[in-house]
């Protein structure tokens, strides 16, 4: 049984390959046209030349970390399988394609009708893992013409991917475990597409839920949100609650009029002598607000209190809304703050909450959630970390999916061996001299568990033994080398594509999955490579033989000068 030209996934009578079907691509844009057109001359001057069969490897890779940092994390593998699982080209873009090439002959147009991904294979790091400049995060075999095609598809994959999985993994950090960090980014990304990368891959790198609805249901992330001002000041007075009732919590009893227990309830909180000072008459719109909101979500209500003044009437309004449905049985969420002085006001907040548990015996008021938006960003967060506060939960937007301090990842896409002749780039700049031929990659861990070195070798060159002693050397300086003796030896590249063949490969992951791998291999970093200030450089390596074989391979094509 033969397979259809042009899509991975099924055999010719349309039937679906069992255990092999992968999803299209998230984003239905994401076809061989998502490319730049000297791709397409490339594949037809091969063409041209009868060299397009030839069989190639590319590398993927990034030359430096972003963000000031020192560690990466790879994201964008499953879109890139998904984009080689279901290409093919239709007819309407063969057209396309040949009207932009001046004399395009009709036979390459045959050529691509029939092109396909089932002699490419893909050899890639684990989606999620801590990567370094240099190593392969993909490795991809097959006709140098089909190969070049991917090119520009898999850089902008991965590119934007990896780079906001590390931003989220940064804020992650600086953040610490314990608190929750929403991402809130969908009107400010650039266009759906961001928005919907971002959600997915903020997710990924340590983020807790999103305010984007669509990437809650694409992708399973957790959702969270409340309401903005524009609701809060909607409102004018208590009066325009027409629907007062509200049923307990256990399902017992209907309280008929829910605002008067509000009214009830603040009163109390006025008589309180742990406010007292702090407040006199509170906006009665913004109460209006609050306890319509309440009425909706009794048992999720979170209220943002800084429309009109957060300690004089945000937080007690909130207080008798929240008295009034611990009355009832429900347990109010928290706050969102989302301007001021943060640490102050969460700081005050939190006083206002305990004050109001003590007096009014009402357990675990104190420990309600304060969440903090604003515009936040990895150094907000640090700064807010040093002067003290009680934020439990971070929403982050603008600055966490625009990649506000480093636009781009700058990954490249470089050929390193045809027809298995390795091949190098060079450059005057030594950080842009390609490393040649078709290599494996390995992790070596010391002795306290953390990763000493990545290294690579060639292809045939026996892989590191645990315990065995191993000259690792800097791939373009000389002086830069070191012996290692690792205690755990981990194979980075692996199968994830093998085009029409039946041996195994790696199944995709659920994200959730991929995300735990970011956390634990982050946890698992030495904290010297993840501070924030001046961290230390994590070693990335060659094999001795390799160090020798680029720098033979650099003198015999590099030419030779001449002095007049």
């Not at 227990?261 to 109390?268: D, E, F, G, H």
């Not at 907000?380 to 506000?404: M, P, R, S, W």
Request: hydrophobic letters at 40%; one cysteine or more.
């Amino acid at each position: 049984m033969e397979k259809t030209k042009g899509n991975n996934n099924v055999f010719e009578d349309g039937k679906k390959k069992p255990g092999r079907v992968v999803d299209k691509p998230t984003n239905p844009m994401v076809t061989p046209l998502l490319n730049d057109l000297y791709q397409f001359t490339m594949a037809y001057a091969y063409w041209k030349a009868g060299k397009q069969s030839e069989r190639s490897v590319f590398d993927l890779y990034f030359r430096k970390n972003p963000f000031g940092g020192e560690y990466t994390i790879f994201a964008g593998l499953e879109e890139c399988i998904k984009f080689l699982a279901n290409f093919t080209l239709t007819d309407e873009e063969i057209d396309f394609v040949r009207d932009s090439l001046p004399g395009c002959e009709e036979a390459f147009c045959d050529y691509l009708r029939g092109l396909d991904c089932s002699d490419i294979e893909v050899y890639a790091v684990s989606e999620g893992s801590v990567v370094f400049p240099k190593v392969p995060l993909l490795r991809i075999e097959g006709p140098v013409a089909v190969v070049q095609l991917l090119e520009t598809p898999f850089l902008n994959l991965v590119n934007y991917a990896s780079l906001v999985a590390t931003n989220a993994a940064r804020h992650r950090f600086v953040a610490g475990k314990s608190k929750l960090l929403l991402e809130f980014g969908a009107r400010r990304a650039q266009g759906p597409d961001g928005a919907i990368s971002a959600s997915k891959y903020c997710y990924l790198g340590g983020f807790d839920a999103t305010s984007n609805v669509a990437a809650g249901r694409l992708f399973g992330i957790p959702l969270r949100g409340t309401h903005s001002h524009a609701f809060v000041s909607s409102f004018m007075s208590l009066d325009e609650i027409v629907d007062k009732a509200l049923r307990s919590s256990d399902g017992k009893t209907t309280c008929e009029d829910f605002v008067n227990l509000v009214q009830t309830c603040l009163a109390k909180i006025q008589n309180s002598s742990s406010v007292t000072g702090i407040f006199s008459e509170t906006n009665k719109s913004e109460l209006a607000a609050f306890t319509s909101y309440a009425l909706a979500f009794p048992s999720a209500f979170l209220a943002l209190v800084d429309t009109y003044d957060v300690m004089k009437s945000g937080i007690p309004n909130f207080c008798a809304v929240a008295l009034a449905l611990n009355e009832l049985g429900y347990k109010a969420v928290g706050i969102r703050l989302d301007s001021g002085d943060l640490a102050y006001l969460s700081t005050e907040a939190r006083k206002f909450f305990c004050g109001v548990e003590r007096e009014l015996n009402v357990p675990d008021f104190g420990k309600m959630i304060i969440t903090a938006s604003n515009d936040l960003n990895e150094e907000t967060v640090d700064a807010l970390n040093k002067q003290g506060h009680e934020v439990d939960a971070f929403g982050i937007g603008t600055n966490l999916v625009t990649c506000y301090s480093q636009a781009a990842l700058g990954c490249v896409f470089k050929l390193v061996e045809i027809n298995n002749q390795p091949r190098i780039k060079l450059s005057e700049d030594v950080t842009k001299v390609s490393i040649p031929c078709k290599k494996r990659t390995y992790r070596l861990f010391g002795k306290e568990g953390y990763p000493l070195v990545d290294i690579m070798t060639g292809e045939n060159e026996p892989p590191p033994k645990v315990g065995e002693r191993l000259l690792c050397r800097h791939p373009f300086n000389e002086s830069k080398r070191a012996y290692v003796v690792p205690q755990r030896v981990e194979e980075l590249l692996k199968c994830y594509w093998r085009g029409n063949a039946d041996e195994a490969r790696e199944e995709l992951e659920p994200l959730k999955e991929i995300r735990n791998r970011c956390i634990k291999q982050l946890e698992n970093m030495r904290p010297d490579h993840m501070r924030r200030l001046n961290p230390t450089p994590y070693k990335v390596s060659v094999s001795a033989k390799l160090y020798d074989f680029i720098h033979f391979l650099w003198l015999n094509e590099a030419p030779v000068g001449e002095l007049h």
